[in-house]
């Protein structure tokens, strides 16, 4: 069956510092979303990437999805303390209405 | 800002048990789905419901768990006879699409469920 990886499992960074976190599928995407959960809370959508190429920024975030729609990125610049969490993406395989989650990333951040 | 409800937050149960577990949907949301994430591990599909049926189930979704919409409000989640391994948070989603903007999924609390 489908399969979304993720790395890194941990990222421990200093405040100000950058944060990347990758994910890859084992089938070819319709869509791959991104959900950031904090400790003890629940999963938040952040984003939905739909092309191939596709990049969307919020703020200081980035995502970015592959050409091939195998792969997706996460990058935030100048990390802040409220940044901590455990960053998801979820992907769909085309004409299928189930959501496959990575196993996440968790950011820690140093003050 | 409209928000998915759960209830109830923390369920203990003994194995063998039934239990339910509540939602409340965004009002004016059409397409409702069941999560799982075991404590320290990711987020797994359970079920996805649209228009009083299963649109999509996962293996872990088996003869045990059934899912209802009993009125215009509620989502269920029940599981018939409880297992250890059933011991989870459950989180309840809906959404209002399946495409584009319409498709962000809208997560509920959770419900710990505890199972001794």
């Known amino acids: 069956g489908q399969q979304v990886m993720q790395i890194p499992q941990y990222q421990h960074v200093q405040e100000g510092e950058d944060f990347t976190t990758y994910c890859n599928s084992s089938t070819t995407l319709s869509n791959i979303q991104w959900y950031k959960q904090r400790p003890g809370g629940h999963p938040v959508f952040l984003i939905q990437l739909v092309k191939s190429g596709e990049v969307k920024k919020q703020k200081r975030l980035t995502f970015q999805f592959g050409e091939a729609k195998k792969n997706s990125s996460l990058h935030i610049t100048a990390t802040q303390t409220t940044d901590v969490g455990t960053y998801f993406c979820?992907?769909?395989?085309?004409?299928?209405?189930?959501?496959?989650f990575g196993s996440g990333t968790r950011l820690l951040v140093r003050p | 800002e409209p928000e998915v409800t759960q209830t109830p937050s923390h369920q203990v149960t003994q194995m063998g048990q039934e239990v339910i577990l509540r939602c409340v949907p965004i009002s004016n949301h059409l397409y409702f789905y069941w999560y799982r994430q075991i404590l320290g591990q990711k987020v797994e599909f359970l079920v996805s419901?649209?228009?009083?049926?299963?649109?999509?189930k996962s293996e872990i979704f088996d003869d045990q768990f059934s899912v209802e919409r009993p009125d215009g409000s509620n989502f269920t989640l029940k599981i018939r006879s409880t297992k250890l391994e059933d011991s989870a948070m459950y989180f309840c989603?809906?959404?209002?699409?399946?495409?584009?903007?319409?498709?962000?999924?809208?997560f509920g609390p959770g419900t710990r469920l505890t199972v001794t």
């Open positions: 989603a809906s959404s209002e699409g399946l495409a584009g903007p319409t498709y962000e999924q809208y």
């Open positions: 979820a992907g769909e395989e085309d004409s299928s209405y189930k959501l496959i």
């Open positions: 419901f649209y228009n009083n049926e299963i649109s999509e």
